[in-house]
């Protein structure tokens, strides 16, 4: 479907689309790295450059979201970089996930919304454990009639496999399918798989591709 004239897709929408599928990480919550660099600060400080910190957490989270490494094997690296002093092995989750925030307050009256009249799904590229606890913590699980993470199968967004393998798991057609994300290569991708492709702006401040909305609740005005 194509993007070049979206008012004409936006009036497609209600009649073509049966699922809505959303990103975690910058759509639904907000993202990891400022809960990194805030996590840093507070336990430990910064003992080498944030740049080379984000790197090496960078790195170990790509493992880790493909399911290469267990979170507690990418804790013991990470804590081979930076000293967190102040925080005791084994609550290095429970202090970083505390500081990722819903990224809007009404998110869960929205996707209540949506799944009253769409299959909801959720695909992300994520650590299978953390999304969940955050999906829990924020009582969102039970919106999603699918949930997808990068590590639970071992690819990661913008591979086309992760797109056609939430569609199979929602039992929707790709091209009857939306996805919601921050990212332009995540909605390349899903483009490319054939579902179509809606921007909210985030890790990503503008893409070239997509249906742009501003919140998560705007889509309960174009959907």
């Given at each position: 479907m194509s993007?070049?004239?979206p008012?004409?897709?936006?009036?497609?929408l209600p009649?073509?689309?049966q699922?809505?599928?959303?990103?975690?990480?910058?759509?639904?919550?907000?993202g990891l790295g400022?809960?990194?660099?805030?996590?840093v600060?507070v336990?430990?400080?910064?003992s080498?450059?944030?740049?080379?910190?984000s790197?090496v957490?960078?790195?170990?989270?790509i493992e880790?979201?493909?399911?290469?490494?267990?979170?507690?094997e990418?804790?013991?690296?990470f804590?081979q970089?930076?000293?967190l002093?102040?925080?005791?092995?084994?609550?290095?989750d429970?202090e970083?996930?505390?500081?990722?925030?819903?990224?809007?307050?009404?998110?869960?009256?929205t996707?209540?919304?949506l799944?009253?009249?769409?299959i909801?799904?959720?695909l992300?590229n994520?650590?299978?454990?953390w999304?969940?606890?955050?999906?829990?913590?924020?009582?969102?699980?039970?919106?999603?009639?699918?949930?997808l993470?990068?590590?639970?199968?071992?690819a990661r967004?913008p591979?086309?496999?992760t797109?056609?393998r939430?569609?199979?798991l929602?039992?929707?057609?790709p091209?009857h399918?939306v996805?919601i994300a921050?990212e332009?290569?995540d909605?390349?991708?899903?483009?490319?798989a054939?579902m179509f492709?809606i921007?909210?702006?985030?890790?990503?401040?503008s893409?070239?591709?997509?249906?742009?909305v501003?919140s998560v609740?705007?889509?309960l005005?174009v959907l």
């Amino acid at each position: 479907m194509s993007n070049e004239h979206p008012e004409v897709s936006l009036v497609l929408l209600p009649t073509s689309i049966q699922a809505v599928v959303f990103d975690l990480g910058g759509v639904l919550t907000t993202g990891l790295g400022e809960a990194l660099a805030d996590m840093v600060q507070v336990c430990g400080g910064l003992s080498i450059p944030w740049e080379r910190l984000s790197s090496v957490m960078g790195s170990l989270y790509i493992e880790a979201s493909l399911g290469h490494i267990h979170p507690d094997e990418l804790w013991r690296r990470f804590r081979q970089s930076v000293e967190l002093g102040s925080l005791p092995v084994g609550q290095e989750d429970q202090e970083f996930l505390s500081r990722i925030h819903l990224r809007e307050p009404d998110i869960a009256a929205t996707l209540a919304a949506l799944k009253e009249r769409y299959i909801v799904g959720l695909l992300s590229n994520h650590v299978g454990r953390w999304a969940r606890a955050l999906l829990e913590r924020f009582a969102l699980m039970s919106f999603f009639d699918a949930v997808l993470i990068s590590s639970d199968i071992g690819a990661r967004k913008p591979d086309l496999l992760t797109y056609e393998r939430i569609c199979q798991l929602l039992d929707v057609p790709p091209e009857h399918s939306v996805y919601i994300a921050d990212e332009e290569e995540d909605l390349i991708g899903c483009q490319d798989a054939g579902m179509f492709p809606i921007f909210i702006p985030g890790e990503d401040a503008s893409s070239s591709v997509g249906f742009r909305v501003e919140s998560v609740s705007d889509l309960l005005h174009v959907l």
